[in-house]
C-alpha cells in the first residue's frame, strides 16, 4: 500500500507543479474548490482499494473489540456524523496505524493493538482519527494544497470544466494522502479526548498511549509519528486538557456510559 500512495503523491505533485508554472501567468479568477461530498466520494474509492490490497482480520473477537470501541465513540457524535452509516474495516497487517476518513470511513491495521493495549487507548485513537473527519482536515488540506500550488486558478481559467473536475479529483486524492499539520493534530488531540471522555473511555490513558506510541520503534507511518506534533508538546497539551476531560468523563460514567469492549 505504502509503494501505491508514493506512487500517487508523485504523480500528483508532478501535475501540481506543471499547474504552479502555468499559475505564474494568471492573475485571480475564481477557485474551484475540493467539497466534502468530492472528498467522501474519493475516500470510499480509496477505503475500498485498500480492502483489495492489504488482509482483512477474519478475528471476530478483534473485529468486535474494534467495532465496540469505534460505534461507542461514533455514539458521542452529532449530526450529520451520528447518522453516517460507519463502516469499520480490521486489516490484519503489522503497521502501527489507523485513520478515518470523510464519509465515515474507519480503517484499523492490527498492528496499532501493540501500542493501543486497553480499550481505553484505542478509544484514544479512535476519538482523535473521527476528529479529523468531524473537523474537515481532509478537505482543509486538499483546498490549501489546490489553492496554494496555484492549480485551481489555472483549471478554472485556462482548461474548461472537465480538466477542473480532473484537478479538484487530484485534489481531494492529495488531501486524503498527505500527513495533517501540526494544528490540525492538536485540535484532534484536543476533540478526540472530548469524545473518549463522553463516551466513557478514561481520558488519562491517552498520555499512556502517547507514551508508548513514543517508544514504538517500528517506524509508524506519518500519522502516528512523534515529531508532529513532538510527542512531549503533545503529552504536555494532553495532561492540559485533564482536569476538563475528566470532568466529562465523570459525567459520561454517570450517564451509564461504561463500555466493556475488552480487551
Ligand atoms: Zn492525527
Same mark, same amino acid.
Given at each position: 500500500?505504502?509503494?501505491?500512495?508514493?506512487?500517487?503523491?508523485?504523480?500528483?505533485?508532478?501535475?501540481?507543479?506543471?499547474?504552479?508554472?502555468?499559475?505564474?501567468?494568471?492573475?485571480?479568477?475564481?477557485?474551484?474548490?475540493?467539497?466534502?461530498?468530492?472528498?467522501?466520494?474519493?475516500?470510499?474509492?480509496?477505503?475500498?482499494?485498500?480492502?483489495?490490497?492489504?488482509?482483512?482480520?477474519?478475528?471476530?473477537?478483534?473485529?468486535?473489540?474494534?467495532?465496540?470501541?469505534?460505534?461507542?465513540?461514533?455514539?458521542?457524535?452529532?449530526?450529520?456524523?451520528?447518522?453516517?452509516?460507519?463502516?469499520?474495516?480490521?486489516?490484519?497487517?503489522?503497521?502501527?496505524?489507523?485513520?478515518?476518513?470523510?464519509?465515515?470511513?474507519? &480503517?484499523?491495521?492490527?498492528?496499532? =493493538? #501493540?501500542?493501543?493495549?486497553?480499550? %481505553?487507548?484505542?478509544?484514544?485513537? !479512535?476519538?482523535? *482519527?473521527?476528529?479529523?473527519?468531524?473537523?474537515?482536515?481532509?478537505?482543509?488540506?486538499?483546498?490549501?494544497?489546490?489553492?496554494?500550488?496555484?492549480?485551481?486558478?489555472?483549471?478554472?481559467?485556462?482548461?474548461?470544466?472537465?480538466?477542473?473536475?480532473?484537478?479538484?479529483?487530484?485534489?481531494?486524492?492529495?488531501?486524503?494522502?498527505?500527513?495533517?499539520?501540526?494544528?490540525?493534530?492538536?485540535?484532534?488531540?484536543?476533540?478526540?479526548?472530548?469524545?473518549?471522555?463522553?463516551?466513557?473511555?478514561?481520558?488519562?490513558?491517552?498520555?499512556?498511549?502517547?507514551?508508548?506510541?513514543?517508544?514504538?520503534?517500528? &517506524?509508524?507511518?506519518?500519522?502516528? =509519528? #512523534?515529531?508532529?506534533?513532538?510527542? %512531549?508538546?503533545?503529552?504536555?497539551? !494532553?495532561?492540559? *486538557?485533564?482536569?476538563?476531560?475528566?470532568?466529562?468523563?465523570?459525567?459520561?460514567?454517570?450517564?451509564?456510559?461504561?463500555?466493556?469492549?475488552?480487551?
Amino acid at each position: 500500500m505504502g509503494g501505491t500512495i508514493i506512487v500517487m503523491i508523485t504523480r500528483t505533485i508532478r501535475i501540481l507543479s506543471v499547474g504552479a508554472l502555468a499559475a505564474l501567468t494568471l492573475a485571480s479568477c475564481s477557485l474551484p474548490l475540493v467539497s466534502e461530498r468530492e472528498i467522501a466520494i474519493q475516500a470510499d474509492e480509496q477505503f475500498e482499494q485498500m480492502r483489495a490490497q492489504t488482509p482483512i482480520s477474519t478475528d471476530p473477537d478483534v473485529r468486535n473489540y474494534v467495532d465496540c470501541v469505534a460505534h461507542a465513540i461514533i455514539a458521542t457524535l452529532e449530526p450529520p456524523y451520528s447518522e453516517l452509516d460507519w463502516d469499520i474495516e480490521v486489516f490484519d497487517d503489522d503497521t502501527v496505524n489507523a485513520f478515518a476518513m470523510p464519509g465515515g470511513k474507519i &480503517g484499523v491495521y492490527t498492528g496499532i =493493538l #501493540s501500542v493501543a493495549k486497553n480499550q %481505553d487507548q484505542l478509544g484514544a485513537v !479512535l476519538g482523535h *482519527e473521527i476528529a479529523h473527519v468531524t473537523q474537515h482536515h481532509s478537505v482543509e488540506r486538499a483546498n490549501r494544497t489546490l489553492t496554494t500550488q496555484g492549480v485551481a486558478a489555472v483549471a478554472g481559467a485556462a482548461l474548461g470544466g472537465g480538466a477542473t473536475g480532473d484537478l479538484v479529483q487530484q485534489g481531494a486524492q492529495l488531501g486524503l494522502l498527505l500527513p495533517y499539520g501540526r494544528s490540525q493534530e492538536s485540535e484532534a488531540d484536543r476533540i478526540g479526548l472530548d469524545y473518549m471522555a463522553d463516551a466513557g473511555f478514561d481520558p488519562r490513558q491517552s498520555v499512556k498511549l502517547w507514551k508508548n506510541m513514543a517508544e514504538n520503534d517500528k &517506524g509508524a507511518p506519518p500519522e502516528f =509519528l #512523534s515529531t508532529h506534533p513532538s510527542s %512531549d508538546t503533545r503529552i504536555q497539551d !494532553l495532561i492540559r *486538557e485533564l482536569p476538563e476531560s475528566l470532568v466529562r468523563y465523570n459525567a459520561a460514567k454517570e450517564a451509564g456510559k461504561n463500555p466493556h469492549c475488552g480487551p
